[in-house]
């Protein structure tokens, strides 16, 4: 069946090729599949059913994961025509299983790059319609009422004053925060980066489950301050909430994404959708107060309200770092795996220690003392260690294998999980007598 | 005196062609829409992630695995906790609503349920935005008195959020037995010399023990089985979490979470063998029906304040996640506040104005579902209880089983296992919207099982065996005697099922692929996902739980003048 549809396809591409039709009026159904909320697709397809009579957009809600696992068990016989959702790496994984329909846009005005990231797919299998960075949310009242300063940089976030009011998401669960750890990592190295994350990981409140998690935390003044993508922060505060939101200068912004599906029912509409939003009309709906997201048209910011974020004029975005899709692609699985055996599962150990540390540091501010700033600084390094080097995370073969599966893998992914755990439980031990030593010695 | 099972003289063949019939019904029911799909899913877990071959080595690594078995502890104690807490909880309000004369007993009951009604997201961001760390409770302790009190914090927060959410199986379970308790049976005790506590320790509990058992398991299980409590309120080390978190970020087919999986299911149905146990070789059966139910006699007046006190006390607390709810949804801005900033209707207008198909999906899906659960439900415990066909647990457990499975992994299976099969008109069997009901009546069946399997526990056989001394046949005895007194189970049973389909989510998650067949949890979950949505979502969540609560509220008034009218009669 699914042959002789492509054949069909096949034909009517062919016709259009031989007689030259001109675009013309669409009818029927056209079947999204996105994880954008309902504040975000309700603006669009008003706009889009407007601007193409005869078309309705079908949009079918779930999150980026079981997005794609909707679409890949659902290849035998595709019932959507459009993949529409922020993470391209959920992109990337589509792309790979071949469930993406490659495409030329034909929509002028739109630049090669946002920042230091190119806006489509360099093989056409799915293209940027908007573009998000990563940084740091706070709801103000929680702040005020806390007398906690406002944080600027991830740096910021490792001091005492931060203790437990961080909020973030699993980057195992939260295609956002993942690429916003990989941006930590990228920009400050594999080391250094994994240092930093664990020591904001020691002033965690939560590490929340989904993504909107946090910035929920974040707007109903539970936790203070969130780690999230921009458009989080904009359209709460287009919502009202009492929010802020700052890019600290090691960060990056990629583009959220739109693809046609693979054998899509209706292919002339899901290509009628791609050329609508990346159209000015399309774009400038993106500004929208439920929406804020940053359009991909540069000329589209003349219309933004004051003080909205232009990442083709700004200059802090202009300073971003480059994101690497590839280096990020080959270790995704490692560095959530890493995460969560050092991190999500031992919280509540790390936290304690860190505040344990903050109490050392505090006291040695008033009164130095040398055995217990040693002390200190062991502890540190017991916590920043690894138990993997960059180049094995992503090249290692033993490891590579375990999390890509296939005959030839030696270990089993379950084993590499406990190993970790038991680095992670071993040294925050060892760092919690350290911790004890150098609260005692400064005293 | 309960009548002893004089079972042997009765010539019973291992059942009846009909009842063979029924068998084959239910077997094919159970494997086409719960074992064969979720097979497809769990062999995973039985395979050699690396090779493909069949192995246990998956298990062994579970075993070896700190957190793992922290998170199986963890499980444990939780569910444990839970059923303490929701016993406390349900006890009183079940007792003095059926043993007294009460003033709104319906409301108290129906009020009693409404907490079950919890839509997805909405609980517990109400309970956080009341009992949270920043909390209106905490940030006006904190004003007042500068400390605050950790409700929500780890472990003990899921065993609040859990015993609030699932005592009313409690409730609904152990009213039902209570309201089947044969009166003489207290005046007898009564007459000689019981009273007070002891009359309810000795004789009215113990012949109410099928509905506590039945409620007890329940919560057990469900608290056991949930990870979307712990998963909002950032518990990640308990059994069920960790597999779905498994499942959705590390991928359909790592084993781990289908591991996990199937320990959770294992161990559920071994809990419900352990209930199984403790109700088994006691006989709970009274024959005299008609009198039903503990007469109720009249409070004195101080007797009446305390047990009004004990029930508003009770309410107040276990409401709590729904007086949030409706707050939040008709605040403006709520942030960091006791209370919302201001008020407005505008939530309510753009629901209203944009979800009516939701709401009617619900009440269809919801409906059928549960008809469908008391349907198979009353088949399976009249083949357990009345038949001697060998095996026949087996088809209670096989059902049972329904509640450990996860609703991602069933909405998968059924992706995997139907999807290739077209409708006629070339659309995928999968994007028909009675997959979704069925996938609800699978999820929703265990609880309805479990109800008319302790309502059938309470009717004596030998009612049955006079009415077919008296020539009655085997179906007309089920429609005329059978059926008609386990009334209130039957009720109980959908009344359950139908309250927590009209809410479930997450097998729905799965399968809903046309926005215009989607139930309201669906809109629900849809709405929550922006900050603009949170009033809008959580009005509504309270236009299902008014919904429900109503529908709720009609079958408890069904109950009580068919009650009456049997007593009357």
């Not at chain 1, 029927?28 to 005869?54: I, L, M, R, Y």
């Not at chain 1, 406990?418 to 071993?426: H, S």
């Not at chain 2, 009765?10 to 068998?23: D, E, K, S």
């Amino acid at each position: 069946m699914q042959n002789r549809r492509v054949l069909m396809a096949a034909l009517a591409l062919s016709a259009t090729a031989a007689f030259g039709a001109p675009a013309m009026a669409q009818q029927g159904k056209v079947t999204v599949v996105t994880s954008f909320s309902k504040d975000v697709t309700d603006p669009v397809k008003k706009a889009f059913e407007k601007a193409n009579p005869g078309l309705t957009l079908e949009v079918q809600n779930r999150n980026t994961n079981a997005g794609v696992k909707f679409v890949e068990e659902t290849r035998s016989n595709p019932q959507s025509d459009l993949f529409w959702a922020s993470a391209p790496d959920a992109f990337e994984v589509l792309k790979n299983k071949k469930l993406l329909q490659t495409y030329q846009p034909k929509a002028k005005g739109i630049p090669e790059k946002v920042g230091a990231y190119p806006i489509n797919d360099k093989d056409g299998a799915y293209f940027g319609f908007a573009a998000s960075g990563y940084g740091i949310m706070w709801n103000e009242r929680y702040l005020r009422a806390n007398r906690i300063p406002e944080p600027k940089e991830w740096s910021d976030l490792t001091k005492a004053a931060y203790h437990n009011h961080v909020s973030i998401a699993s980057p195992a669960r939260s295609g956002t925060t993942h690429l916003t750890i990989e941006t930590i990592l990228q920009g400050e190295g594999w080391d250094k980066g994994w240092g930093t994350i664990k020591a904001m990981a020691g002033n965690f409140n939560q590490i929340a489950e989904r993504s909107f998690g946090v910035p929920d935390a974040v707007n109903s003044g539970q936790v203070g301050i969130g780690i999230v993508i921009d458009f989080f922060a904009f359209s709460a505060q287009g919502a009202g909430f009492p929010v802020k939101f700052a890019y600290p200068s090691v960060t990056t912004v990629v583009p959220a994404n739109v693809a046609i599906v693979a054998g899509a029912p209706n292919r002339a509409g899901a290509e009628a959708f791609i050329e609508f939003i990346l159209s000015p009309a399309g774009q400038e709906v993106l500004l929208e107060p439920t929406i804020r997201r940053l359009p991909v048209n540069p000329e589209v910011y003349a219309k933004a309200p004051a003080g909205f974020p232009n990442p083709f004029k700004d200059a802090n975005f202009k300073a971003m770092m480059t994101f690497d899709v590839d280096r990020s692609e080959a270790r995704t699985a490692v560095v959530d795996t890493l995460f969560d055996q050092l991190i999500s599962f031992h919280l509540n150990d790390l936290k304690a220690i860190t505040k344990m540390l903050h109490e050392a540091e505090a006291n040695l501010a008033k009164k130095d003392s040398a055995p217990a700033r040693a002390a200190l600084a062991e502890a540190r390094k017991l916590i920043a260690a690894m138990p993997v080097t960059e180049d094995q995370a992503s090249k290692d073969p033993e490891i590579v294998g375990a999390f890509r599966g296939g005959a030839d893998a030696k270990t089993r992914r379950a084993e590499f999980e406990q190993r970790w755990a038991a680095f992670a439980k071993d040294n925050y031990a060892k760092a919690k007598t350290l911790a004890e030593q150098a609260v005692a010695q400064s005293r | 005196m309960p009548a002893a099972r004089s079972l042997p003289a009765l010539r019973m063949a291992l059942a009846t062609p009909g009842q063979w019939m029924t068998i084959l019904g239910i077997a094919a029911f159970l494997g086409l829409y719960l074992v064969i799909p979720v097979a497809m899913v769990i062999l995973v877990a039985f395979q050699d992630p690396n090779t493909g071959a069949l192995t246990l080595v998956n298990f062994a690594d579970f075993a070896r695995n700190e957190l793992f078995l922290r998170s199986f502890a963890n499980s444990l104690y939780v569910s444990g906790m839970s059923v303490v807490w929701a016993t406390i909880f349900a006890l009183p309000l079940a007792y003095f609503t059926t043993r007294f004369e009460f003033r709104g007993a319906a409301i108290i009951q129906t009020l009693g349920v409404i907490p079950l009604i919890m839509p997805p997201f909405a609980g517990a961001i109400a309970m956080q935005l009341l009992f949270g760390t920043n909390g209106s409770i905490n940030l006006l302790l904190d004003e007042w008195f500068a400390f605050k009190l950790p409700f929500m914090d780890g472990l003990n927060g899921v065993i609040f959020v859990q015993s609030v959410h699932y005592f009313p199986f409690i409730l609904i379970n152990l009213t039902a037995s209570l309201r089947n308790i044969d009166r003489s049976m207290e005046e007898a005790a009564q007459n000689l010399g019981a009273s007070g506590f002891r009359l309810f320790r000795k004789i009215v509990f113990p012949l109410a023990m099928p509905g506590y058992i039945a409620g007890a398991s329940l919560v057990f299980i469900k608290v056991f089985d949930d990870l979307a409590t712990p998963l909002l309120l950032n518990v990640k080390d308990m059994l069920a979490p960790q597999a779905y978190l498994r499942i959705t970020s590390v991928g359909l087919n790592d084993p781990m979470g289908y591991v996990i999986s199937v320990v959770l299911i294992v161990f559920s149905v071994f809990s419900l063998f352990i209930a199984s146990q403790a109700t088994r070789g006691r006989d709970y059966a009274t024959v005299q029906r008609g009198g039903g139910g503990l007469s109720k006699r009249p409070l004195k007046a101080l007797d009446t304040v305390m047990a009004y006190s004990v029930i508003l006390l009770i309410l107040a607390l276990v409401l709590a996640p729904h007086i949030g709810l409706f707050l939040l949804s008709i605040a403006t801005i709520w942030s960091f506040s006791p209370l919302p900033d201001g008020y407005t209707l505008a939530h309510y207008g753009r629901v209203l104005a944009e979800s009516g198909q939701f709401i009617w999906n619900t009440l269809l899906y919801a409906t059928l579902a549960g008809l469908i659960g008391i349907g198979i439900g009353t088949a399976i415990s009249y083949i357990v209880l009345r038949t001697r066909v060998p095996g026949r647990e087996w088809l209670d457990y096989v059902a049972s089983a329904a509640l450990a499975v996860p609703g991602v992994v069933l909405g998968i299976g059924y992706l995997r296992t139907y999807f290739g099969i077209p409708l006629p008109g070339g659309q995928p069997l999968t994007s028909f919207w009675i997959i979704i009901v069925i996938a609800l009546a699978v999820r929703r069946l265990p609880y309805a099982l479990r109800a008319c399997m302790a309502a059938m526990q309470q009717i004596s056989v030998s009612l049955e065996e006079a009415a077919e001394n008296l020539g009655a046949t085997k179906a007309s005895t089920i429609r005329r005697i059978v059926m008609p007194l386990m009334t209130g189970g039957l009720l109980a049973g959908f009344v359950t099922s139908f309250a927590t389909a009209a809410v479930e989510l997450s097998a729905t998650m799965m399968l809903v692929q046309n926005t215009a067949d989607a139930p309201l949890a669906y809109g629900l979950y849809v709405f929550m996902q922006s900050p603009a949505g949170r009033g809008a979502g959580a009005a509504l969540g309270i236009i299902a739980v008014l919904i429900v609560g109503i529908s709720t509220y009609l079958s408890q008034s069904l109950a009580e003048r068919d009650r009456r009218a049997k007593a009357g009669g």
